[in-house]
């Protein structure tokens, strides 16, 4: 029994463990004044059709939708609209087929953020067949 | 000569090791913000916020556009030309692998879209067509 709490002691005597923690505590300090929240990024998957691969198709046109983009405007088949009612159309549409190919023509003047509306529009809705081409 | 005394060997040196932790942790945080600084380009990204939560894939090519319509790539100007020899250059590497070449484009919200149109061609033209847009799902604070 003596024997015992004699090593018990000479563990507990020699490691002194007062310092680390006092680093620790500062660390822990350091850590949370200088901590901030970051910002969350999204990457949303489109498809750039090649410019070469344009071959005319005979039949009727695809089960596809148009979009238009313009200097903030829109057209969806070429029948213009606005964006909260684009939004709503779109909803009913992709009750449907939430498999059909979306086309997004964006005009030159138009801006970046229109075209991340209209994807993030499809990403809320769950389409995920989204070209993506450039008009003149 | 005496014998080692068991408390000889209880006693760790722990100096050392503590130095060598506290170099990691100057090591990470002093990296860690050249990370965030990276990413800091200026450019106002758009807000998505249902689009799905990055993933980081390997050889990925971020390619900024700012409001004027500027390309760069890691805080460096590239004109037209030099981007679509970049991308031919990462394609051919890839192919060489049997891999694909992962594009980000970081376009500014106010950039017009001549400016990503720009991008999108050369990316075409070296044979990528798979593209993605960055945005922002949440931002801090």
Redesign the interface.
């Given at each position: 029994m003596a024997r015992k709490s004699r090593?018990q002691h000479?563990?507990a005597g020699?490691?002194n463990l007062t310092a680390?923690i006092d680093?620790a505590f500062q660390?822990l300090s350091f850590f949370i004044i200088t901590i901030?929240?970051?910002?969350?990024?999204?990457?949303?998957?489109?498809?750039?059709?090649?410019?070469e691969s344009t071959t005319v198709q005979e039949g009727p046109p695809p089960n596809m939708i148009r979009i238009m983009?313009y200097k903030d405007a829109y057209t969806i088949n070429e029948n213009p609209i606005e964006f909260k009612s684009l939004d709503k159309i779109m909803t009913k549409l992709s009750e449907h087929d939430k498999g059909q190919t979306i086309l997004i023509m964006?005009?030159?003047?138009?801006?970046?953020?229109q075209?991340?509306?209209v994807?993030?529009?499809c990403?809320?809705l769950k389409l995920t067949n989204l070209s993506?081409v450039?008009s003149n | 000569m005496r014998a080692p005394k068991e408390e000889d060997y209880l006693s760790g040196n722990l100096t050392a090791m503590i130095d060598v932790v506290f170099q990691l942790i100057i090591f990470f945080v002093c990296t860690i913000s050249m990370q965030d600084q990276s990413k800091n380009t200026g450019i106002d990204l758009p807000m998505a916020p249902h689009g799905p939560v990055e993933t980081k894939e390997l050889r990925e090519i971020i390619i900024d556009v700012n409001k004027n319509s500027s390309i760069s790539m890691a805080r460096t100007p590239l004109s037209y030309t030099e981007l679509l020899g970049i991308l031919k250059h990462a394609v051919a590497e890839a192919q060489a692998h049997g891999a694909q070449v992962p594009i980000i484009i970081r376009g500014d919200a106010n950039a017009r879209h001549e400016g990503i149109k720009a991008v999108m061609d050369a990316c075409a033209t070296a044979g990528i067509y798979k593209i993605k847009f960055a945005a922002l799902k949440e931002k801090a604070g």
């Open positions: 090593k000479l563990v020699e490691l680390m680093v660390l901030h929240p970051v910002d969350v990024y999204t990457n949303m998957n489109v498809f750039r059709p090649s410019q983009i964006c005009r030159k003047e138009s801006k970046h953020r075209l991340i509306d994807l993030d529009m990403a809320k993506v450039s | -």
